[in-house]
Structures are given as structure tokens and as C-alpha cells.
């Protein structure tokens, strides 16, 4: 394959403007090893990926930097702070929606503020723009039975976004939907990224979907997680999507995720 506009990949990155730091993180699970040694930093309104095989640590890192989940060993800062379990700086997008059966779409999405004190009104303004934005009009009465998997993972998108945090986990948040709707998805999501200038840091197993929505992809060794490399895909993001994902820098950044993948896959 042609190597035109590669993207840049290095061993280590960091940056003057990190939200979010990540320093000497370990995780164990009783004689498991699942995390060792994580140095990391997500710059602001930075989206970021974590890539890897099953089992490398993705999802406990992300639990981790959420306050979800202790280290072992290392700590966590966002905005400077040392976290020490979750707060209002930091939003999770479960991957199976994790949502109230018993409320409505627009309660959930409230859900968030109403635990803040925010008043009814604003509740509902806030809430009534965010399910706009993830094309749930109409629906904003409907309970989580009612509605498709993909629609139930637009009301946990819309109710990370209402409250208004700094750093956005999202676990998978794809996962559960069908080609169409993921590719849909993707696509919301890069426009939501733009718009509200967030930190996103975002798991995924797919190396399509990571090149496709990050503009920055952390590769991360099997277990004991480690960081194996980091990747700047080279995108243009001003083309359409079709031109994007037959972009040869597009193309090419894919290849060579795969190629260092490839020996840790059975």
C-alpha cells in the first residue's frame, strides 16, 4: 500500500494543556496483573482513544480515571486535583446504556442535574437540548422499553453531555448497535466533539472506529497493560465521511495499527 500522508506515531506523548494526567498507574486484581506503570495525558477538547486486545486494561483505566475504581498504585489528576472517586468534573457513558427503566427519557437525561440541585426549568432546558442534539425529539416521554438500542445509547450520550463535565468516558459506547447506526453514531459524535470543545476519552475495540473519531489513539500492550504506542492519525476532518474512511492516510494509520496488533490476537 501506498504510504501517503502517514499518520505520526511515537512512544510517549504529553502536553502543556493536559486536563487529564495519568502517573505511574497500577492495577491488580488479587494475583492479576491488569495495569503497570500507565503514564498518560489527554489534552483539552482532545479526543482520545484506548486501543488494544481483550483483557489489556482498557476499561479499567477508564473506570479509574472515572473514580470508579481504585489504583493500586499511582494516582490520577484532572484539572490538577487528585482524584479520589467520581465527581462532577468527569461524565461515563456505560456500555450497556445504564439507564432508569422507570423514567422517562427526559428524566433521564435530567437525571444528572437533578442529583446537582438544578431547578426544574433549567432541568428541562438543558435536558430538552441535548436530547435535540441527539436526535431524540419526540421521544422525550418514552421509557427505555420503548425505545431501540441505539436509542437507548443516544439518552446515555445526552445525559453525559447535560451536565456539563470536562472530561467525557465513554466504554464501548458503540458497541451494542448494529454497522448502520455505529457509523451514524461516529459521525454525531465527531460533531459533538467540535461543538462542545471536551475531553473525550473513549475505549473501543475496533481500529476503524478509533482512526475514524480520534485525534489521538493510545495502543496499549496485553495484560499487564502498558502504553505500546501512541498514535496521531493524520485525518483531514473537513472531508465527507466517505472521503474519510477511503482517505490513504486513513487507510494506511488502520494497517498499521493492525500490524502491531496482529500477533496479539489468537
Same mark, same amino acid.
Given at each position: 500500500?501506498?504510504?501517503? %500522508?502517514?499518520?505520526?506515531?511515537?512512544? /510517549?506523548?504529553?502536553?502543556? #494543556?493536559?486536563?487529564?494526567? &495519568?502517573?505511574?498507574? @497500577? $492495577?491488580?486484581?488479587?494475583?492479576?496483573?491488569?495495569?503497570?506503570?500507565?503514564?498518560?495525558?489527554?489534552?483539552?477538547?482532545?479526543?482520545?482513544?484506548?486501543?488494544?486486545?481483550?483483557?489489556?486494561?482498557?476499561?479499567?483505566?477508564?473506570?479509574?480515571?472515572?473514580?470508579?475504581?481504585?489504583?493500586?498504585?499511582?494516582?490520577?489528576?484532572?484539572?490538577?486535583?487528585?482524584?479520589?472517586?467520581?465527581?462532577?468534573?468527569?461524565?461515563?457513558?456505560?456500555?450497556?446504556?445504564?439507564?432508569?427503566?422507570?423514567?422517562?427519557?427526559?428524566?433521564?437525561?435530567?437525571?444528572?442535574?437533578?442529583?446537582?440541585?438544578?431547578? %426544574?426549568?433549567?432541568?428541562?432546558?438543558? /435536558?430538552?437540548?441535548?436530547? #435535540?442534539?441527539?436526535?431524540? &425529539?419526540?421521544?422525550? @416521554? $418514552?421509557?427505555?422499553?420503548?425505545?431501540?438500542?441505539?436509542?437507548?445509547?443516544?439518552?446515555?450520550?445526552?445525559?453525559?453531555?447535560?451536565?456539563n463535565a470536562d472530561v467525557l468516558l465513554l466504554d464501548e459506547p458503540f458497541s451494542a448497535v448494529d454497522e448502520q447506526n455505529r457509523r451514524k453514531f461516529q459521525e454525531d459524535l465527531l460533531r459533538l466533539v467540535d461543538l462542545e470543545k471536551k475531553t473525550f476519552i473513549f475505549v473501543t475495540h475496533s481500529i476503524e472506529e478509533?482512526?475514524?473519531?480520534?485525534?489521538?489513539?493510545?495502543?496499549?500492550?496485553?495484560?499487564?497493560?502498558?502504553?505500546?504506542?501512541?498514535?496521531?492519525?493524520?485525518?483531514?476532518?473537513?472531508?465527507?465521511?466517505?472521503?474519510?474512511?477511503?482517505?490513504?492516510?486513513?487507510?494506511?494509520?488502520?494497517?498499521?495499527?493492525?500490524?502491531?496488533?496482529?500477533?496479539?490476537?489468537?
Amino acid at each position: 500500500m501506498q504510504q501517503a %500522508a502517514r499518520s505520526t506515531i511515537k512512544a /510517549a506523548a504529553t502536553n502543556d #494543556e493536559a486536563i487529564v494526567q &495519568v502517573r505511574g498507574i @497500577d $492495577k491488580t486484581y488479587g494475583d492479576i496483573e491488569a495495569l503497570r506503570n500507565v503514564d498518560l495525558e489527554f489534552s483539552r477538547g482532545k479526543l482520545t482513544t484506548l486501543l488494544g486486545p481483550s483483557g489489556c486494561g482498557k476499561t479499567t483505566l477508564l473506570k479509574i480515571i472515572a473514580g470508579l475504581v481504585p489504583a493500586t498504585a499511582g494516582e490520577i489528576r484532572v484539572n490538577g486535583r487528585v482524584v479520589t472517586g467520581p465527581g462532577p468534573e468527569r461524565a461515563f457513558v456505560f456500555q450497556d446504556f445504564a439507564l432508569m427503566p422507570w423514567a422517562t427519557v427526559m428524566r433521564n437525561v435530567a437525571f444528572g442535574l437533578e442529583l446537582r440541585g438544578v431547578n %426544574a426549568a433549567e432541568r428541562k432546558r438543558i /435536558a430538552t437540548h441535548y436530547i #435535540e442534539e441527539v436526535g431524540l &425529539v419526540g421521544f422525550e @416521554d $418514552k421509557y427505555p422499553h420503548e425505545l431501540s438500542g441505539g436509542m437507548r445509547q443516544r439518552v446515555g450520550i445526552a445525559r453525559a453531555f447535560s451536565v456539563n463535565a470536562d472530561v467525557l468516558l465513554l466504554d464501548e459506547p458503540f458497541s451494542a448497535v448494529d454497522e448502520q447506526n455505529r457509523r451514524k453514531f461516529q459521525e454525531d459524535l465527531l460533531r459533538l466533539v467540535d461543538l462542545e470543545k471536551k475531553t473525550f476519552i473513549f475505549v473501543t475495540h475496533s481500529i476503524e472506529e478509533a482512526v475514524y473519531v480520534s485525534d489521538r489513539i493510545v495502543l496499549l500492550s496485553p495484560r499487564p497493560g502498558r502504553i505500546s504506542q501512541i498514535i496521531d492519525p493524520k485525518i483531514d476532518r473537513s472531508a465527507s465521511p466517505d472521503d474519510i474512511r477511503r482517505d490513504p492516510g486513513y487507510l494506511n494509520t488502520v494497517e498499521e495499527i493492525w500490524d502491531g496488533l496482529r500477533h496479539y490476537v489468537d
